[in-house]
């Protein structure tokens, strides 16, 4: 089975932490939907594909910038041109203030059925000194407009160690998003990207952010707190209620093919004999020029060799609470983890980060704190 990953880079501003690849709304806009749909008809039989398809994830940039009619053109697109399981989940990444009632209602009946909104913190204060463009009151008024547009599988993004954020500040965040009963929380700390907004004002000190431990403790705190209100935590920063973990995102831990389709998209798939990563250029004007003339806009591609690959299986893989399956790990590589590994195997062993199970390769708890590290003994 393969994901489906589409990529629309657009936003109202950038925020100060972001360094993806997204851009304030331009003139390219109108020619976009257009050239998405193009590259996935012209996809279909020039890459790699195994179907069916079990997700698909608009993602961005604020995908909800572009109306619901555009959405819903580039969905029809993918439906006509690949094969979708019945059940897929069909994600829509969402900023508050950027969808209102009758926009989601349509997008719901287009066929999304999972809504991923962007609030990062409840408190404006700290919204603003992160550059968020909108406010808490904004995120109910949008959370709730979902719900009467009927998503009943709605993902809250939430981050700790914001500028000026406590970690009392942090749980009252986890708690006011609990009460609301969301099916997923995406909790994350900040990174500091280099380059950004928000790098620059650390460096010249004009904004202080919490020291690593007070990061640390607001994250063990958080993780408590979501278990506590019946949430599982399931990646390093993702929790679920049962059943509604996100499968996309799965799909991409365990290391499963997806495509990708939009500016600055990553594919990665299984070519003949070896495993492939390509990307499109990040240049939209570029990008829509190219599918104009019914050309693929790929910048790189690489072949990447069984060590490699296992390396990034054990890089993704362990980021999961259930680790990687020992049987799958030896089906795909003929080597268990310790033969393909050994040094890094006794390593985390003397550490005592293994966890103990006969059927999967699992990090502890300390572990997972530990990933970082524990993966630099695989390079």
């Given at each position: 089975m393969t994901g489906i990953y589409v990529h629309i880079p657009y936003c109202v501003r950038k925020c100060a932490y972001c360094d993806f690849c997204s851009v304030p709304r331009d003139d390219t806009m109108g020619a976009y939907p257009a050239a998405l749909s193009r590259e996935i008809e012209l996809?279909?039989?020039?890459?790699?594909?195994?179907?069916?398809?079990?997700?698909?994830?608009?993602?961005?940039?604020?995908?909800?910038?572009?109306?619901?009619?555009?959405?819903?053109?580039?969905?029809?697109?993918?439906?006509?041109t690949y094969d979708l399981l019945p059940e897929a989940e069909i994600s829509i990444e969402c900023n508050p203030g950027m969808a209102?009632?009758?926009?989601?209602?349509?997008?719901r009946e287009a066929g999304f059925n999972r809504l991923s909104l962007g609030l990062q913190a409840t408190e404006n204060s700290l919204l603003q000194s992160i550059g968020r463009i909108h406010t808490f009151e904004q995120f109910l008024s949008t959370y709730q407009a979902a719900r009467e547009a009927g998503f009943h599988n709605i993902n809250v993004?939430?981050?700790?160690?914001?500028?000026?954020?406590?970690?009392?500040?942090?749980?009252?965040?986890?708690?006011?998003?609990?009460?609301?009963?969301?099916?997923?929380?995406?909790?994350?700390?900040?990174?500091?990207?280099?380059?950004?907004?928000?790098?620059?004002?650390?460096?010249?000190?004009?904004?202080?952010?919490?020291?690593?431990?007070?990061?640390?403790?607001?994250?063990?705190?958080?993780?408590?707190?979501?278990?506590?209100?019946?949430?599982?935590?399931?990646?390093?920063?993702?929790?679920?209620?049962?059943?509604?973990?996100?499968?996309?995102?799965?799909?991409?831990?365990?290391?499963?093919?997806?495509?990708?389709?939009?500016?600055?998209?990553?594919?990665?798939?299984?070519?003949?004999?070896?495993w492939l990563r390509w990307s499109n250029t990040e240049s939209i004007p570029s990008y829509?020029?190219?599918?104009?003339?019914?050309?693929?806009?790929?910048?790189?591609?690489?072949?990447?060799?069984?060590?490699?690959?296992?390396?990034?299986?054990?890089?993704?893989?362990?980021?999961?609470?259930?680790?990687?399956?020992?049987?799958?790990f030896i089906d795909r590589f003929g080597l268990t983890m310790e033969q393909a590994f050994p040094e890094a195997y006794v390593e985390i062993q003397c550490h005592g980060w293994w966890a103990d199970t006969d059927t999967h390769y699992r990090l502890t708890p300390k572990g997972m704190d530990y990933l970082n590290t524990a993966l630099c003994y695989f390079r």
């Amino acid at each position: 089975m393969t994901g489906i990953y589409v990529h629309i880079p657009y936003c109202v501003r950038k925020c100060a932490y972001c360094d993806f690849c997204s851009v304030p709304r331009d003139d390219t806009m109108g020619a976009y939907p257009a050239a998405l749909s193009r590259e996935i008809e012209l996809s279909r039989d020039r890459l790699p594909y195994e179907g069916p398809v079990p997700s698909i994830f608009f993602g961005g940039g604020t995908p909800t910038v572009l109306s619901a009619e555009a959405l819903s053109g580039v969905l029809d697109t993918i439906r006509r041109t690949y094969d979708l399981l019945p059940e897929a989940e069909i994600s829509i990444e969402c900023n508050p203030g950027m969808a209102d009632f009758q926009k989601l209602k349509r997008l719901r009946e287009a066929g999304f059925n999972r809504l991923s909104l962007g609030l990062q913190a409840t408190e404006n204060s700290l919204l603003q000194s992160i550059g968020r463009i909108h406010t808490f009151e904004q995120f109910l008024s949008t959370y709730q407009a979902a719900r009467e547009a009927g998503f009943h599988n709605i993902n809250v993004d939430l981050m700790h160690g914001l500028p000026g954020q406590t970690q009392q500040m942090y749980l009252k965040s986890l708690e006011t998003v609990c009460d609301l009963e969301p099916e997923h929380i995406s909790a994350y700390a900040l990174i500091l990207e280099e380059g950004t907004p928000l790098y620059e004002q650390v460096q010249m000190g004009r904004t202080i952010l919490p020291d690593e431990d007070a990061v640390a403790d607001m994250e063990d705190a958080g993780m408590a707190y979501l278990t506590w209100r019946g949430f599982e935590r399931y990646e390093v920063s993702n929790f679920a209620k049962p059943g509604y973990a996100c499968r996309h995102n799965l799909s991409y831990w365990d290391h499963a093919p997806y495509l990708g389709f939009g500016v600055a998209a990553h594919s990665s798939a299984k070519g003949k004999g070896e495993w492939l990563r390509w990307s499109n250029t990040e240049s939209i004007p570029s990008y829509i020029k190219k599918l104009q003339k019914d050309k693929l806009p790929r910048q790189e591609t690489l072949h990447i060799d069984k060590k490699e690959e296992a390396f990034e299986v054990v890089m993704l893989g362990l980021r999961k609470v259930a680790g990687i399956p020992k049987n799958a790990f030896i089906d795909r590589f003929g080597l268990t983890m310790e033969q393909a590994f050994p040094e890094a195997y006794v390593e985390i062993q003397c550490h005592g980060w293994w966890a103990d199970t006969d059927t999967h390769y699992r990090l502890t708890p300390k572990g997972m704190d530990y990933l970082n590290t524990a993966l630099c003994y695989f390079r």
